[in-house]
């Protein structure tokens, strides 16, 4: 990463709160304008990191997500307003983080994450914040980006509940910590079992400072951690997860080493129509 | 007398009960569950080697998808 880019007199500026602070200074806001960071899903918590990432100065930031937006969403997803209703949720994302800073380039990639385009989307990307809606892709985002190297900001939130944790390549992944997937319907998703809108801020948020404490270099990362967040009693509890040796994908044997069909694989219908039995 | 605490929660256990016991009597689906016991993540492999005692902390986690 090259340093020799130059602040102007207005970035100076906008980014003082960051540049006086001894952990960033000037030379840690120039490695945040140069970063790539890819949002898996521009909903709930991809809003909160969107937006905090964006304020923050990261220079590229793409966003995947192949939706609209839905007056449902407008409860908590905040990259999104009133008349926002049924365009794209990326161009919607890219509108509302360039309204907040002009400053910064905003990558859209209107479709959704599959095996055959998650390669091609992550690759050009140094930090993956994960704020996917569902099991699938959540496997897919944690495989590829262990097959491809590269630290994932795993967030998750249902009702009053959230977890956060950083998987970094080689130390431990999503599979280590929940090996199998729970079957169709043992775990609802928001659209069944509802979330309070200000969890997705508190997860997004930590999803946002993570990534930047990685991008910078600094502090203790959540990896290595789980953080569990139960709003109802405002308790956050940790706990250390280690690289599991027998892992399918980043174990001493592993048995994953390309992506697979993350339908069947969760026991959903697959693409094709054959519905598989978990 | 034993006292644990379960999520944050204290409990009180009659006598020394194994791991996976206490999670066949909860009823829960363990299998994808994640398990913290004093501070760290088990590995399901070792869920037969863990007998709750006197102080323990256990954090049981549910994946949730919800982005």
């Known amino acids: 990463m090259t340093q020799d880019v130059k602040l102007t007199p207005q970035q100076v500026k906008r980014y003082s709160r960051h540049i006086i602070m001894p952990q960033v200074g000037s030379a840690g806001q120039r490695k945040l304008m140069q970063a790539k960071v890819l949002i898996i899903g521009a909903g709930g918590l991809g809003s909160p990191s969107a937006v905090y990432l964006a304020l923050a100065g990261v220079g590229t930031i793409g966003l995947v997500d192949f939706d609209t937006v839905d007056l449902s969403n407008l409860q908590r997803q905040i990259l999104h307003h009133n008349d926002d209703v049924g365009k794209p949720k990326v161009q919607s994302a890219k509108e509302a983080m360039h309204a907040y800073n002009p400053d910064i380039k905003v990558v859209m990639h209107q479709t959704r994450i599959t095996s055959e385009n998650a390669f091609d989307i992550i690759k050009d990307y140094d930090v993956v914040v994960n704020g996917a809606d569902n099991f699938p892709s959540r496997y897919l985002v944690n495989d590829a980006c262990y097959l491809l190297k590269k630290p994932l900001v795993d967030g998750s939130i249902l009702i009053f509940d959230g977890q956060s944790t950083v998987f970094l390549p080689g130390k431990g992944c999503y599979r280590c910590l929940f090996p199998e997937p729970p079957g169709p319907g043992e775990v609802p998703n928001c659209s069944e079992a509802g979330v309070l809108g200000a969890m997705t801020g508190i997860i997004g948020s930590i999803q946002a400072a993570e990534t930047l404490k990685l991008l910078l270099g600094i502090g203790e990362s959540l990896a290595g951690r789980l953080l569990v967040v139960d709003a109802l009693t405002m308790e956050f509890r940790t706990m250390k997860l280690r690289r599991n040796a027998k892992c399918p994908l980043c174990g001493d044997h592993p048995t994953i080493k390309e992506l697979i069909d993350y339908e069947i694989f969760c026991g959903l219908p697959s693409l094709n129509g054959q519905t598989v039995a978990h | ?67």
């Open chain 2, 1 to 67: 007398m034993i006292k644990i605490q379960v999520n944050g929660k204290p409990r009180e256990l009659d006598r020394p009960v194994g791991l996976m016991e206490f999670l066949q009597d909860l009823k829960v689906n363990f299998r994808f569950l994640a398990v913290g016991y004093n501070g760290e993540v088990v590995p399901k492999a070792q869920y037969g080697s863990v007998t709750l005692k006197d102080g323990d902390v256990l954090e049981i986690v549910r994946p949730i998808g919800g982005g």
